[in-house]
DNA sequence: ACTGATAGTGTTATGTTATAACATGTTATG
DNA sequence: CATAACATGTTATAACATAACACTATCAGT
């Protein structure tokens, strides 16, 4: 179960994909983890997360609003940023920054802070690893502080997009 | 000239410097750039990055807003958000995403896509560039993906506040 | 089963950040 | 001096986020 998850990587989320696969295993690892932690996983955070683990793309506190008010709860702003706050808390929902948006976390058992990698065309947002991305957050260079918390956002055109504009 | 500006580091700006050297060696290379480029360097414009450049801390657009009306300007958010956005394209204003804020770009000269690196404590913020933050954007394991702008923010502590903590 | 504590959800109101749209003034150029 | 461009001013509104309080469900100990 474990090497399923370690093969996702950038390329998986922006090609096409076998995204039910995606879909199960994180509903699969958010129960087991709720499970395991005496945490209710309660039909308003089963439905906010399988809005995000939709699609691979961030959404808004309020398209998620609209998400939920569809499906029958409740859609006045509250509902929606304390779901996140918490499904944050344990790392199963990340903040993009610079769109001001929320994206279900592929794979929890990531680093806590990933790096991620956005396509401003197709909107879809992958996570990569710390050692990965060839970031180290430990650096001898930034002396003279202690670094609790790092954003990496990177922005530009998956080669998926990029293909389909010169086609 | 350009020997004085490359020593400054993060540790310059978090602890005890000559502020007013980097005030006037920032106006000055902001009225250079202006006039090379042949710019306006309005009233406004200069204001703006006046506050900005004021300290090492960021401002929200609300604030930088206030400070205008007590200088006797306007004070209606389009006001702020154009000179913010007109000198964040000319590369001497940053928004730190992670605290919907701005700040004034001590070194121009630098990267154009710095590293941040916040102190929490006293909101003192340093800009790192590229290389000397260990990280490196045109990175082989983000295949498939073609950066075109990186948002990197480090929050944390800076020494002077731990020390002061401590004491 | 009763009771109180804790956690979860619902609702209203408000705070904060950012932009659209249009009017007016100012400056450079032919 | 006309006119295009750039810059600033103003009103209204959109988009994002939280405070405060009410109500309900769940759970532990009696
Ligand atoms: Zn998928
Ligand atoms: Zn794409
Ligand atoms: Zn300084
Ligand atoms: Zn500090």
Redesign the pocket.
């Given at each position: 179960m474990k090497k399923k998850r370690e093969g996702k990587t950038t390329s998986k989320i922006f090609d096409d994909h076998d995204h039910g696969m995606c879909f199960d295993d994180a509903i699969e690892q958010i129960e087991n983890y709720f499970l395991k932690k005496n945490?209710?996983f309660?039909?308003?955070?089963r439905k906010v997360f399988e809005i995000l683990i939709r699609d691979h793309k961030p959404l808004?506190?309020?398209?998620i609003l609209e998400a939920l008010g569809r499906d029958g709860?409740?859609s006045?702003?509250?509902?929606a940023?304390?779901?996140l706050?918490?499904l944050m808390e344990h790392g199963f929902v990340h903040?993009i920054q610079g769109l001001?948006?929320f994206i279900a976390c592929p794979n929890p058992n990531h680093s806590h802070s990933p790096a991620f990698v956005i396509c401003r065309k197709c909107e879809k947002v992958a996570e990569v690893d710390e050692k990965k991305s060839g970031i180290s957050f430990a650096n001898p260079s930034i002396d003279n502080f202690e670094v609790e918390k790092t954003t990496v956002e990177m922005t530009g055109v998956c080669t998926t997009c990029s293909r389909a504009a010169t086609i």
């Open positions: 945490l209710q309660t039909p308003l955070r808004g506190a309020y398209e709860f409740s006045s702003p509250p509902i940023y304390r779901v706050d918490f903040k001001n948006a």
